[in-house]
C-alpha cells in the first residue's frame, strides 16, 4: 500500500475555502485515492473518493494531478462542525470491497469562529 | 450504506480481565474489520473477518490476545483478553460497502479503559 503523507493539522476560520494536500508518491495504477472524515467519539466517515482528475460530490471536491502523486481535498465554505481529522488512504481494493484500510496520521483541521 | 451498533460503547475494566465486544450490522456483508485506535493516535487495522473461517490477523495481533468470532453474515465480536492498561484504547468495528464499491464504514466505536 502507497505511504500517505499529511500535514499534521491546520486551521482555519469559517466561511473560508480549506484545502488538504496529501502526497502519495508510490501509488500504484490500480489505487484509488480515499479521504475520511473523524470527529471525537466517532468513527472515520467516508467523504470522497477519485482516480483522477477532480471528482466532486455535496461536501467536498477532491484534485488528483496527471501523475497522481499527491491529492488535494476541498472543503468550500467550512464551520466549525467541520474540526475533525482528515484522512487521505490510497489503496486498490478486491472486487469485493476494502480489504482493510491502512490509515496515515490524518491532518486535525481546526476551525475558528 | 449500512449501520453499524457496538456495545458497550465504553466500558471501564480491571487488569487481567476480559471484555467482548460486540458489532451488528443492519445488512449482510462479507467482511467485516476490527481496528484500534490509540489515544491521540491514528487507526491500526486488528484483523479481517470473514464469516465461516478463522479471522486474519494483520502483523502485531494475535488470536489469544483478540479472539474474534463471525458466527453469521451480521455479527462479529472482538475479545480483549488478559488486558493491561496498555489496551486503553476505541475499538471500532466496520463493512465494506459490498461488490464494486470501495467506502466503508464504521461503528461508533468501544472506548476502553483498563485500570
Known amino acids: 500500500l502507497a505511504k500517505t503523507t499529511q500535514p499534521i493539522s491546520m486551521d482555519s476560520y469559517e466561511g473560508q475555502e480549506v484545502n488538504i494536500t496529501c502526497s502519495h508518491n508510490n501509488i500504484a495504477t490500480n489505487d484509488y485515492i480515499t479521504w475520511y472524515q473523524q470527529f471525537p467519539s466517532q468513527g472515520p466517515r467516508f467523504i470522497i473518493q477519485?482516480?483522477?482528475t477532480k471528482v466532486t460530490n455535496e461536501v467536498a471536491s477532491l484534485f488528483i494531478p496527471a501523475d497522481r502523486k499527491s491529492s488535494t481535498l476541498s472543503l468550500p465554505r467550512v464551520s466549525l462542525s467541520d474540526t475533525a481529522v482528515y484522512y487521505c488512504?490510497?489503496?486498490?481494493?478486491?472486487?469485493?470491497?476494502?480489504?482493510?484500510?491502512?490509515f496515515g496520521k490524518g491532518t486535525h483541521l481546526i476551525i475558528q469562529p | 450504506s449500512a449501520v453499524i451498533s457496538q456495545k458497550p460503547s465504553r466500558d471501564i475494566c480491571q487488569r487481567g480481565t476480559s471484555l467482548t465486544i460486540q458489532c451488528q450490522v443492519d445488512s449482510q456483508v462479507t467482511m467485516m474489520f476490527w481496528y484500534r485506535q490509540q489515544p491521540g493516535q491514528s487507526l491500526t487495522l486488528i484483523a479481517t473477518a470473514n464469516q465461516g473461517s478463522e479471522a486474519t490477523y494483520e502483523s502485531g495481533f494475535v488470536i489469544d490476545k483478540f479472539p474474534i468470532s463471525r458466527p453469521n453474515l451480521t455479527f462479529s465480536t472482538l475479545t480483549v483478553s488478559n488486558m493491561s492498561p496498555e489496551d486503553s484504547s476505541i475499538y471500532l468495528c466496520s463493512v465494506d460497502a459490498g461488490q464494486g464499491n470501495t467506502e466503508a464504514f464504521f461503528g461508533q466505536g468501544t472506548r476502553l479503559t483498563v485500570v
Open positions: 488512504l490510497v489503496g486498490s481494493y478486491s472486487g469485493g470491497g476494502a480489504d482493510g484500510l491502512t
Open positions: 477519485g482516480y483522477k
